[in-house]
């Protein structure tokens, strides 16, 4: 599992988990959908066949426009991807408390 992040580790790697990963990872940060496309390891056509889904919700807004190329950042206001971002550190948080065990125990067996 290692090279996957927590939240892929949890959700699995379906296209969806894999752009929202993207975009967790980025937030603040503004894409192109063939950034996104490139950044998530997947083809065009799968962000496509989302995009519908993650704009409907909100989840990802329209950030700036330069001529006919349009970027996108994850909303933060959106309750969907508040919890996402909440799932995210809950996550980190329990695999820094897993390290920090596992190195205590390690810490006791040289000990004894």
């Known amino acids: 599992m290692a090279g996957k992040s ?14 929202m990963d993207f975009f967790v990872d980025n937030k603040g940060l503004d894409f192109t959908k063939e950034q ?3 950044g998530a390891g997947l083809s065009r056509a799968s962000v496509f ?14 950030t700036r426009k330069e ?4 970027y996108y950042a994850l909303n933060a206001a959106n309750p969907i991807t508040k919890r996402i ?8 948080r329990q695999a ?10 390690e810490a006791e067996s040289c000990i004894v």
């Open 6 to 19: 927590l939240l892929l580790q949890l959700t699995g790697e379906m296209p969806l988990f894999k752009i």
């Open 85 to 92: 971002l909440e799932l995210e550190a809950t996550l980190i």
């Open 49 to 62: 066949n989302y995009w519908d889904e993650l704009e409907g919700r909100a989840i990802v807004k329209i």
């Open 36 to 38: 996104i496309a490139d």
């Open 96 to 105: 820094m408390e897993k390290a920090v065990q596992r190195k205590d125990v």
């Open 67 to 70: 001529g006919k190329t349009t």
